[in-house]
């Protein structure tokens, strides 16, 4: 059974739980056991930092003073992950991949470089 803290009361309770046995704090959303409930901490509201507040497609009633939500995508985590996506799509990284794919192409093809090399070398 994996286990984790609450974040009301820190005691350790089942991960798929919905809510804590200990304080009655809601941990997941209500008939979605498998969808994590995210909240805010301190004074803050969850759609100061998520992308979908961000982009103005979210639909959510308690929006912009929502303190816990099922879909909550951090601003800056997804920022960070299209960067990344970039940076993975560049030409530098485009022929790195190629390049450990066809190792045994490269090998062959260096090969027969340095054949052609010493037979115009010896003619």
């Known amino acids: ?4 803290s609450c ?3 820190h005691q350790l309770v089942d991960s798929q739980a919905i809510t ?16 994590p409930l995210h909240r805010a901490t301190g004074e803050e509201y969850l759609c100061d930092s998520c992308t979908y507040h961000a982009d103005d497609t979210c639909n959510f009633p308690k929006r912009p003073y929502a303190k816990d939500c099922t879909l ?10 299209l960067q990344e ?3 993975a799509s560049s030409f530098d990284a485009t022929v790195k991949k190629w390049t ?3 190792q045994s ?3 062959l093809l ?4 340095i054949c052609l090399l010493v037979a115009l070398s010896t003619g």
């Not at 059974?1 to 984790?4: D, F, K, L, R, S």
């Not at 909550?72 to 992950?81: F, G, H, K, M």
């Open 105 to 107: 192409l490269l090998l």
């Open 1 to 4: 059974m994996a286990t984790i």
């Open 110 to 113: 260096g090969l027969l470089f």
């Open 72 to 81: 909550y995508e951090n601003l800056e985590a997804s920022q960070l992950r």
């Open 20 to 35: 804590c046995p200990y304080c009655r704090t809601t941990l997941k959303a209500y008939g979605h056991p498998g969808i």
């Open 85 to 87: 996506q970039r940076e």
């Open 100 to 102: 450990k794919r066809h």
């Open 7 to 9: 974040p009301h009361c």
